[in-house]
């Protein structure tokens, strides 16, 4: 294992920034490897492993530009961050699995598996930007270099992999990283009035938060379905895990709230006046 000699914390930003979804550079996994289930995301029942109607033969949507409109609202929503191409482009070496239908099932079950490695990279890169201890930077890095690693494998050892067994050692480093943060800001913050500032797994769906001060909370797992958080202050928020479908986010300033992802954004409603952090787009349906 390589040790760090000096902190340098653009690294896990400019990888946090460079996990972005290339969609001519995939097989249209998305649309085929994963189930849909009916419902006010989706207008159809679609098993996994079965091409959506929509897509096309050049694995393109024919209702791309309509996906809201003809009730696909959780195609907009969806982010893999670049592990479809990596499936199709590394793991299956550009193999189309319509011109090569032997490896269709194989490259289904990777997928997910795939997505799962990069949603992980990207929350382990992101602890990588902000200015943790020496200790928690070397441990935060060498996780992220064994998720790297593991995106590299060959499709059998990546349907071998334990995503628990991964997952526990990168959750109890995000909790470490979002505790010093969050302190950090709060003794900086020299709050006269105690609050509280823990509400992991709070159900504040549709409460009215509208130009609420809720720098350094922690909001990991909370229901936030349909909050109102328009003007509000989210500076160094937690939101690892939090439902924000149409949660209310216009005007509100996320600059650097904490692991918030482009599929919360996507759920959520927002417009130009949103700040967000630097790896984020603004999602299209906004207002403008």
């Avoid at 997505?115 to 930007?129: D, F, G, K, R």
């Avoid at 109890?172 to 010093?180: G, N, V």
């Avoid at 709060?186 to 549709?206: Q, T």
């Avoid at 909001?219 to 209310?248: K, M, P, Q, S, T």
Wanted: some cysteine; aromatic content about 8%.
């Amino acid at each position: 294992m390589s040790e760090i000699k000096k902190i340098d914390y653009t690294v896990g930003k400019k990888i946090r920034e460079s996990l972005q979804a290339d969609c001519q550079s995939c097989f249209g996994l998305c649309c085929t490897a994963l189930n849909i289930a009916a419902s006010s995301d989706f207008a159809i029942n679609k098993t996994a492993g079965t091409p959506c109607p929509n897509l096309q033969s050049d694995f393109s949507c024919q209702i791309h530009s309509k996906l809201r409109d003809q009730g696909f609202k959780g195609c907009t929503v969806f982010d893999c961050l670049g592990a479809g191409q990596k499936v199709s482009q590394t793991t299956f070496h550009g193999q189309d699995w319509r011109q090569s239908p032997e490896i269709s099932e194989k490259m289904f079950r990777v997928f997910p598996i795939m997505e799962q490695l990069y949603e992980m990279i990207a929350y382990v890169a992101e602890a990588l930007s902000h200015k943790v201890d020496s200790s928690l930077f070397n441990k935060l890095r060498l996780q992220l270099e064994q998720l790297q690693r593991a995106t590299e494998l060959e499709a059998d050892a990546l349907l071998a992999i334990d995503i628990p067994n991964y997952r526990l050692p990168v959750n109890i480093l995000l909790i470490e990283t979002s505790e010093q943060i969050r302190q950090s800001l709060i003794v900086k913050m020299k709050e006269k009035n105690a609050r509280k500032f823990d509400y992991r797994g709070a159900d504040w769906m549709g409460k009215n938060l509208k130009r609420k001060d809720l720098r350094a909370t922690n909001l990991r797992g909370a229901y936030l379905i349909a909050a109102n958080f328009e003007h509000a202050d989210l500076r160094g928020v937690d939101f690892i895990g939090a439902d924000l479908r149409d949660a209310n986010l216009r005007g509100a300033d996320l600059s650097t709230s904490m692991f918030l992802t482009q599929m919360q954004l996507n759920s959520a409603q927002g417009n130009h006046q949103t700040k967000l952090p630097s790896h984020l787009k603004r999602p299209s349906h906004w207002d403008h």
